[in-house]
């Protein structure tokens, strides 16, 4: 022990040695039984064969994917085709949830940008009213959305008071109104790791980049945005995967042009005659891709690491 060092010194970081396992198990446990239980189960229920009547029979087959995939005509004994109506709802989803994920990048950078660029005071009024819609259920916010944007709605009344427009803006049951709802509900998952990336961002770097006559686009592309670049994938991220499966959405402020994953899962899960097999297997494939845009994204964080 070195001279004047107190008793016991240098033994605390030994106290948890050996006994991670212990600690670590009531977080196992708690992981294990609310999240890997019910993606098992999930699995194991696209691998069984739909009762008649509703629910499951006991016999494992692949009948729920085939089904997704292949379309075998109306009794199934038709040479099977590809499905394309199951399919282009998933492309629909991932052109959706894209098309939301570039909105809310494109208004959450500057609104992150904004915010972290003010006083230290005022920062936390700006980040009080961007989290405020999230005191409210969703499913409220988006029957709110629904009705402001109704023929009747608000909207529509200003607009024809003031004159813009000479008769109600058919807005629901589109692909706009379904972008608005996700726009509005995944905007804050945009703003919030963008600001913290900028939050800690050297400016001198910008005041350096000036003093070198670089343009305003070009401090922003070749500094500022490599720098933030964590903070605006890891937006990417929390915008695009929850839009991917959203169904609230797409069932209020959508339409049967609009359907999405999130919408076709869910009915496969109501009542009775609801096909649970053909659920957990569309599940277990919109998991399927989640998982590997999450890899591919680990993939090339750690290139970038490794550089």
Same mark, same amino acid.
């Given at each position: 022990?070195?001279?004047?060092?107190?008793?016991?010194?240098?033994?605390?970081?030994?106290?948890? %040695?050996?006994?991670?396992? *212990?600690?670590?198990?009531?977080?196992?446990?708690? /992981?294990?039984?609310?999240?890997?239980?019910?993606?098992?189960?999930?699995?194991?229920?696209?691998?069984?064969?739909?009762?008649? *009547?509703?629910? &499951?029979?006991?016999?494992?087959?692949? #009948?729920?994917?085939? +089904?997704?995939?292949?379309?075998?005509?109306?009794?199934?004994?038709?040479?099977?085709?590809?499905? $394309?109506?199951?399919?282009?709802?998933?492309?629909?989803?991932? $052109?959706?949830?894209?098309?939301?994920?570039?909105?809310?990048?494109?208004?959450?950078?500057?609104?992150?940008?904004?915010?972290?660029?003010?006083?230290? +005071?005022?920062?936390?009024?700006?980040?009080?009213? &961007?989290?405020?819609?999230? $005191?409210?259920?969703?499913?409220? *916010?988006?029957?709110?959305?629904?009705?402001? /944007?109704?023929?009747?709605?608000?909207?529509? %009344?200003?607009?024809?008071?003031?004159?813009?427009?000479?008769?109600?803006?058919?807005?629901?049951?589109?692909?706009?109104?379904?972008?608005?709802?996700?726009?509005?509900?995944?905007?804050?998952?945009?703003?919030?790791?963008?600001?913290?990336?900028? %939050?800690?961002?050297?400016?001198?770097?910008?005041?350096?980049?000036?003093?070198?006559?670089?343009?305003?686009?070009?401090?922003?592309?070749?500094? /500022?945005?490599?720098?933030?670049?964590?903070? /605006?994938?890891?937006?990417?991220?929390? @915008?695009?995967?929850?839009?991917?499966?959203?169904?609230?959405?797409?069932?209020?402020?959508?339409?049967?042009?609009?359907?999405?994953?999130?919408?076709?899962?869910?009915?496969?899960?109501?009542?009775?005659?609801?096909?649970?097999?053909?659920?957990?297997?569309?599940?277990?494939?919109?998991?399927?891709? @989640?998982?590997?845009?999450?890899?591919?994204? #680990?993939?090339? +964080?750690?290139?970038?690491?490794?550089?």
């Amino acid at each position: 022990m070195a001279a004047g060092a107190p008793m016991g010194a240098g033994t605390s970081s030994h106290i948890y %040695e050996g006994n991670a396992p *212990r600690l670590m198990a009531p977080s196992w446990i708690f /992981i294990g039984f609310f999240l890997l239980a019910p993606v098992i189960m999930m699995a194991v229920y696209s691998f069984l064969t739909k009762e008649f *009547r509703g629910g &499951v029979i006991w016999e494992f087959s692949l #009948a729920a994917y085939d +089904q997704f995939f292949f379309d075998r005509g109306l009794f199934g004994d038709e040479p099977p085709s590809i499905e $394309w109506t199951y399919i282009g709802i998933f492309w629909r989803s991932i $052109w959706q949830a894209g098309l939301a994920t570039f909105v809310c990048l494109l208004i959450g950078f500057p609104t992150a940008w904004f915010i972290a660029t003010r006083d230290p +005071q005022s920062r936390s009024i700006w980040l009080f009213l &961007v989290t405020i819609p999230y $005191w409210v259920n969703l499913l409220i *916010r988006t029957v709110s959305m629904k009705f402001l /944007i109704r023929d009747t709605g608000p909207l529509n %009344e200003f607009l024809l008071q003031v004159g813009v427009i000479g008769e109600p803006l058919g807005l629901i049951n589109t692909n706009f109104a379904v972008q608005l709802g996700l726009f509005y509900s995944y905007l804050p998952f945009m703003v919030l790791p963008i600001y913290a990336a900028v %939050e800690r961002y050297d400016f001198a770097l910008s005041e350096a980049a000036a003093d070198l006559y670089s343009g305003a686009w070009t401090t922003l592309r070749l500094i /500022i945005l490599p720098v933030v670049k964590p903070g /605006i994938i890891a937006g990417c991220i929390l @915008v695009f995967v929850p839009s991917l499966g959203a169904f609230l959405a797409p069932d209020l402020l959508g339409g049967a042009k609009t359907f999405m994953i999130g919408s076709l899962i869910e009915e496969q899960f109501k009542g009775n005659a609801g096909n649970w097999p053909f659920g957990a297997a569309a599940s277990m494939i919109l998991l399927t891709i @989640v998982l590997c845009i999450l890899l591919v994204y #680990a993939r090339n +964080q750690n290139k970038t690491e490794i550089r």
